[in-house]
């Protein structure tokens, strides 16, 4: 099951490109990317994307919700998109 705009846990992401280069139908990252949780579009595909990745069983809406909980209170600030997966998956028992 995808998680979606309606699953999410915060309602204070931005929907709009702040400029013609940010992409509001972000659709893949770059792993060596910074990652901007405010924006929705691009919480939303990475927790698609960890979730598909890193989980042998789709992750149920309860993990996702504990995948973008994580990203927003604990990893820490300017990560990357890899180093943002790599916080969340190796600290996924600690929360």
């Known amino acids: 099951m995808a998680y979606e705009r309606s699953h999410m846990i915060y309602n204070d ?8 280069h940010d992409n509001p ?3 893949k990252g770059i792993d060596y990317s ?3 949780k405010s924006e929705g579009y691009e919480v939303l595909y990475f927790l698609n ?3 598909q990745k890193c ?3 789709e992750p149920s809406i ?3 919700n504990k995948m ?5 209170e604990h990893v820490p600030a300017r990560s990357t998109h890899k ?7 190796n600290n996924w028992n600690k929360y």
């Open 13 to 20: 992401y931005k929907w709009q490109a702040k400029a013609a």
């Open 83 to 89: 180093k943002a997966e790599d916080f969340i998956v």
């Open 25 to 27: 139908y972000y659709s």
């Open 68 to 72: 973008e909980r994580v990203l927003r």
């Open 62 to 64: 309860a993990s996702h």
């Open 49 to 51: 994307h960890i979730g």
């Open 34 to 36: 910074e990652i901007n």
């Open 55 to 57: 989980w042998k069983n």
